[in-house]
C-alpha cells in the first residue's frame, strides 16, 4: 500500500476551484500538508494565498495583511479573524487559495457570510482549505460544500454524518483504516472526494507527508473505489 499513487490526468477538472476540508488532530501532519498546498499555489500565474487564523501565533512566518488589502496583495498573507471579514473576502478576494486555519475557534453554525462565501467562491475562482480537529467540529455548510476530505487520524466521529455527506458509512470505514494505519505512521492521511454520487478515495501513505508534490498531484491521483 506504500507504493506511489498512479497519476491520472484530469480525474478532477483542476483548476476548477474546490473546497477541502482538513481534519485530523494535532501533530498528525495537517500544517504540512496546506504548507505544500501553499506551495503549490504559489506557483500558479496568480500567486495569491490568504490564511485566515484565530491570532498571530498561528502561522507566524508569514506576514500579516488588513482587511483593506484584501483584494490587491500578491503571495501569501495571513489577516485575523473579526466580524465581517467573511463578507470582504466573498467581494474582494478572486483567483486564488483562502486556508481557515483552526475553524472551531471562530466559525459557528449560524453565519450567513460563510454560506455566501462557499456559494460564490466558484464564480471568484477561489480555492478553500477548512481546517478541523475531526468531524464532530466541521460546521454542516461546510461539509455540504466540500469537494474533497483530506482525513488523519481523529479522535470523535459525527454521529449525524449522514445528514451532510452521502455514503458516510464509507467515510466511517476510510476513518478506522486511517486510525489504525497511524499507529505505525503517525502522519498517515487519506483523500477522500465528494462528487455527491459516490465518495471515492485517494490513499496517499506515507512515513511523513514532506511529498513536494503540487496539489494537482494531490486530487489528480488515482481514485480507486472504496
Known sequence: MNEKPELKENALDYPTPSQILVIG?????????LENLIRAEREKESNRILIVV????????????????????????????????LKTITSEFKNGLVIFSDCRAYLYHRNDDLNCFMIRRRQNFVNSAFVFYDFADALPKTLVFATHFVIFKTIRRRKNLKEYILNS??????QNRINANSV??????????????????????????DLGLEIENFINANQPKI
Do not use: W
Open 54 to 85: 484565530p491570532d498571530l501565533l498561528d502561522f507566524d512566518h508569514v506576514e500579516y495583511t488588513e482587511k483593506q488589502s484584501i483584494g490587491n496583495f500578491s503571495g501569501v498573507k495571513k489577516i485575523i479573524y473579526s466580524p465581517g471579514l
Open 25 to 33: 488532530t494535532n501533530g498528525t501532519g495537517k500544517t504540512t500538508f
Open 169 to 174: 458509512r464509507q467515510v466511517d470505514i476510510v
Open 184 to 209: 505505525a505512521l503517525p502522519h498517515y492521511f487519506e483523500i477522500l472526494q465528494n462528487d455527491s454520487q459516490s465518495i471515492t478515495t485517494i490513499e496517499l501513505m506515507r512515513k511523513n507527508i
